[in-house]
């Protein structure tokens, strides 16, 4: 279940500004989505990267409905992504 906090929105905030920025930032996974590669409760780093750097096989920290995912590209195809957690069957909307 997905817990909404009051705090959510000002951590979006504050993450998408810094991040924006060129600051790197880092927070405590929360799920069992990459496992075995990321577990829950292990620190990310995030940093901004360049669209056209990015290829299957990267992780990367994006927003969806709310709420904030670290998942791994399957596809990349004209700045374009789809995204999976290693341990779920299908991909992200």
Known sequence: MIKDFPHSVMFSDLAMRLVAAGRRIRFQANGRSMLPTIVDGEVLHVE??????????????????????????????????????????????
């Open 48 to 93: 901004l990267a360049e669209p056209k750097g990015l290829t299957c096989g990267d992780i990367v920290l994006f927003q969806c409905k709310g709420e904030f995912k670290a998942h791994r590209i399957i596809l990349a195809r004209d700045g374009r992504f789809i995204t999976r957690g290693d341990a779920a069957i299908e991909a992200d909307a």
